[in-house]
């Protein structure tokens, strides 16, 4: 009788999913963040300050191969497609092509900054957004990126409490003794990434 309610408890969990067993707050988030790399689709907006000096980086992804990039910063902006070996950037002159250039990446890894470096993370009060209702979380963070500067700070973290995607994420802190924050805000919209023409 005891193994027989043992069986039963075990596959009720299973048939409930993962939404029946207690997920901390960084489980959840590096769920979100693996599920956000596995999406085929993908849009993402970095707005990024430090200093007096400010970044929008705009990120368009179709798996397996295809990117775009638009970076914006003092007036002043650089485009890049990558489709497969092909990369095409925008010049004064219009659209140039290269077999050598490598594929752009965005400006952070999220699987990289969130698995070590994000540490007493909380779950705050949720909130509403155009998505639906986001879980937030709140924790430390510190990391120091291939160009050396040295950043720490808090991080929010929202997950859609439905979907469970990443949706966004809030830092405030500094970077190399200097003031500095970013807003990263993601989109699934099937939106495919095309040539120029």
Same mark, same amino acid.
């Given at each position: 009788?005891?193994?027989?309610?043992?069986?039963?408890?075990?596959?009720?969990?299973?048939?409930?999913?993962?939404?029946?067993?207690?997920?901390?707050?960084?489980?959840?988030?590096?769920?979100?963040?693996?599920?956000?790399?596995?999406?085929?689709?993908?849009?993402?907006?970095?707005?990024?300050?430090?200093?007096?000096?400010?970044?929008?980086?705009?990120?368009?992804?179709?798996?397996?191969?295809?990117?775009?990039?638009?970076?914006?910063?003092?007036?002043?902006?650089?485009?890049?497609?990558?489709? +497969?070996?092909?990369?095409?950037?925008?010049?004064?002159?219009?659209?140039?092509?290269?077999?050598?250039? %490598?594929?752009?990446?965005? %400006?952070?890894?999220?699987?990289?900054?969130?698995?070590?470096?994000?540490?007493?993370?909380?779950?705050?009060?949720?909130?509403?957004?155009?998505? +639906?209702?986001?879980?937030?979380?709140?924790?430390?963070?510190?990391?120091?990126?291939?160009?050396?500067?040295?950043?720490?700070?808090?991080?929010?973290?929202?997950? +859609?409490?439905?979907?469970?995607?990443?949706?966004?994420?809030?830092?405030?802190?500094?970077?190399? +003794?200097?003031?500095?924050?970013?807003?990263?805000?993601?989109?699934?919209?099937?939106?495919?990434?095309?040539?120029?023409?």
């Amino acid at each position: 009788m005891k193994s027989h309610l043992i069986t039963m408890t075990l596959f009720a969990l299973a048939s409930q999913g993962s939404s029946a067993i207690a997920q901390s707050g960084i489980d959840v988030i590096l769920a979100a963040a693996a599920q956000e790399e596995r999406a085929t689709f993908k849009q993402a907006e970095l707005h990024y300050a430090v200093g007096d000096k400010e970044f929008i980086y705009q990120i368009r992804r179709q798996l397996p191969d295809r990117v775009y990039v638009r970076i914006q910063s003092e007036g002043q902006s650089q485009e890049t497609i990558a489709i +497969g070996t092909t990369t095409y950037f925008r010049t004064p002159e219009g659209w140039q092509t290269t077999t050598l250039v %490598p594929l752009p990446h965005g %400006p952070i890894s999220l699987a990289d900054l969130l698995s070590d470096q994000y540490r007493n993370v909380q779950e705050a009060t949720a909130v509403q957004s155009a998505n +639906g209702i986001q879980r937030k979380f709140v924790g430390e963070i510190e990391w120091t990126p291939a160009h050396g500067l040295h950043n720490e700070g808090t991080l929010s973290v929202l997950v +859609g409490q439905v979907d469970l995607r990443l949706r966004a994420l809030h830092f405030e802190g500094r970077c190399s +003794g200097t003031t500095c924050a970013f807003d990263y805000l993601i989109d699934y919209e099937e939106v495919p990434v095309e040539a120029p023409m």
